[in-house]
């Protein structure tokens, strides 16, 4: 089966500057995640949706951050404005209910510099 | 705030020895899971065990689980050179979401 598709592989904006992450996940996992890793760190929970809705949201900086997942497929992670501290690899993921949620899989990442 | 904690943060060691990777965490999980990642590279699931578990083993891999010392740890054996990575524990609350709660990691180096 594909595996999680991320875009753009790497992305380098200035401060103040906004932009936007895309992924989608293997077919039928309705459960999707992202997650930001700071260099040096592990990744930390965004936002989680199950289908089109939002399951947890409690450590996404929402005066900044926004996601959506419209159709309960892809989804876009948008940043707006982008700080020096967003510098990070914005990893993506699914799983799937029907398999208890066990053995997720992860995209490549998105590497962001913000200068 | 992250979970698990891994212990070492890093570990050098040669070709044919084994690895060790300690993860502890401070409430009641469903499961826990280990994941390794090349450098510049996405999460790759290598293992999980659940809270009834106690151990399990697949291929060189052999994970622990201690609940009531809300411990666990990963075993390498006859590490290579391609083992050169860093492993993340990752847990998996009880009554959650599902999503995965990162430790900073142990960065491992295996030379030849």
């Not at chain 2, 020895?17 to 090349?38: F, G």
């Amino acid at each position: 089966e594909a595996g999680v598709a991320q875009s753009p592989r790497y992305k380098i904006i200035e401060k103040r500057q906004s932009v936007a992450f895309w992924c989608n996940p293997i077919s039928g996992h309705a459960t999707l995640y992202w997650y930001q890793q700071i260099l040096g760190q592990g990744p930390k929970l965004l936002i989680q949706f199950q289908n089109n809705g939002v399951v947890d949201d409690s450590q996404l900086p929402k005066d900044r951050f926004s996601a959506e997942r419209l159709k309960g497929v892809d989804s876009t992670l948008k940043i707006q404005p982008a700080k020096l501290e967003d510098s990070a690899v914005y990893l993506c993921a699914s799983s799937s209910p029907r398999t208890g949620h066990y053995g997720y899989t992860f995209g490549s990442g998105t590497r962001l510099t913000v200068v | 705030s992250q979970q698990g904690e891994e212990d070492p943060q890093a570990l050098s060691i040669q070709e044919g020895e084994n690895a060790t990777m300690n993860c502890s965490y401070k409430t009641s999980i469903n499961n826990l899971q280990w994941y390794r990642q090349n450098s510049g590279r996405g999460l790759v699931h290598l293992i999980l065990i659940r809270s009834n578990e106690r151990e399990k083993h697949s291929g060189r891999l052999r994970v622990t689980l201690d609940t009531s010392k809300k411990s666990s740890s990963l075993l390498i054996t006859a590490s290579r050179a391609a083992d050169t990575a860093s492993y993340f524990c990752a847990t998996v609350f009880s009554n959650s979401g599902y999503a995965l709660n990162f430790g900073k990691g142990t960065s491992l180096l295996v030379t030849p």
